[in-house]
């Protein structure tokens, strides 16, 4: 067991995260003072793309995708009703949903240790963004109409997931 005391582990997740945006050559905003980065990716949904947030932490990496559109307060409760429902058998990450402001997001966590931390690999950071966005791929149009009151969110979920 590696000791880790003397590290900077939140250093080495942040170096990982760098070095993921340099041999991708992703544009992105650096690190700033609260320890999270940001980039901007393209997405096949109506929105048209998602904002990754990447935030570092001494034992850990999470991203948050974030969703450009909030929910209204009038479909909160069905948005809300859809997310719940998408979440239900996800194997990698979950939906979030603020009902105070409508926000949504996608979000992974990378767990790197405690006693024996071993930063993100390229590998890691590239599944999660990898998976993130396919999800929001995945029910980001079927979300959309939630959203507008254009379909109830269980036939909304059994469209996207009736080819599983």
């Known amino acids: 067991m590696e000791d880790t005391r003397g590290r900077d582990t939140l250093q080495e997740v942040k170096a990982a995260v760098e070095n993921f945006f340099k041999r991708d050559k992703v544009k992105h905003e650096p690190f700033n003072e609260r320890d999270v980065a940001s980039a901007i990716y393209s997405v096949d949904a109506k929105f048209g793309h998602v904002t990754i947030f990447f ?19 009038d479909e909160r409760l069905k948005v809300g009703e859809f997310i719940l429902r998408a979440n239900y058998g996800l194997k990698v990450g979950c939906f979030d949903f603020d009902f105070n402001d ?59 997931e009736a080819n599983d």
């Open 55 to 73: 935030h570092a932490y001494d034992d850990k990496l999470i991203l948050h995708f974030m969703v450009p559109l909030n929910a209204s307060e």
């Open 102 to 160: 409508g926000e949504i997001s996608y979000r992974i966590a990378l767990y790197c240790g405690d006693n024996e931390f071993a930063p993100p690999t390229y590998e890691q950071i590239d599944f999660a963004v990898i998976i993130g966005l396919m999800m929001i791929e995945r029910y980001g149009d079927a979300l959309v109409k939630v959203m507008f009151g254009l379909v109830e969110p269980e036939d909304a979920i059994a469209a996207v």
